[in-house]
């Protein structure tokens, strides 16, 4: 039956965990392509056949126009849900540089195909430049933090480049008390985390 793969990649969606991303389904995704092409091509014939017979296109109503109405029909449905999945993908992955900072971790990079890792370098690139003419970190919290500073622990060894200019290695547990917009990156991508009294 037409359009059943396209509704599976779009379920597949739906049934994810909300602003969670499930990994990219290029098999699935190809074959909804795939069905596409052969609509095109079906598309295609009937019409050619309606014009070959000598027969209106626009106004003659016969088998073969039917036909191409339900090829038709079934394309335009397909792309909706390519487009769909796509879309809610994109969103997903923008939201992503707000929570995790502007490098993936490996198991969100494993779920993204090619073009959407692009997408990301992309967009993230593009809110670096912003964040640097405007001289200001977006991505830190939206909340106004009670102490500009925090303690933490560190989960990994880290080389860190601080705001003031500083460079600090920081050892595996150790425990320091830093400025919450230099230990905000490293707490999103899990090499800190925030020691609460």
Request: net charge negative; charged share 25%.
């Amino acid at each position: 039956m037409y359009g059943r793969k396209a509704c599976q990649l779009v379920k597949e969606l739906a049934s994810g965990e909300k602003g969670q991303l499930t990994p990219y389904n290029s098999d699935l995704f190809d074959q909804v392509i795939a069905e596409c092409s052969q609509h095109h091509l079906e598309l295609q014939s009937l019409i050619r056949k309606m014009q070959e017979e000598g027969l209106d296109v626009q106004t003659t109503r016969n088998a073969d126009h039917y036909g191409a109405l339900i090829h038709h029909l079934s394309l335009v449905r397909n792309k909706r849900c390519l487009m769909a999945y796509m879309y809610n993908r994109a969103e997903i992955i923008r939201s992503l540089i707000w929570k995790v900072g502007p490098v993936l971790p490996q198991q969100i990079q494993e779920k993204l195909s090619h073009t959407e890792e692009e997408y990301f370098k992309k967009h993230s690139g593009a809110l670096q430049s912003y964040m640097s003419r405007l001289d200001l970190d977006l991505t830190v919290d939206m909340v106004p933090p009670k102490d500009p500073y925090i303690q933490v622990r560190v989960l990994d060894d880290i080389g860190v480049v601080l705001s003031d200019d500083k460079t600090t290695n920081f050892a595996r547990h150790s425990m320091h008390f830093l400025k919450r917009t230099d230990a905000e990156q490293f707490i999103s991508r899990g090499l800190m985390e925030e020691l609460t009294s």
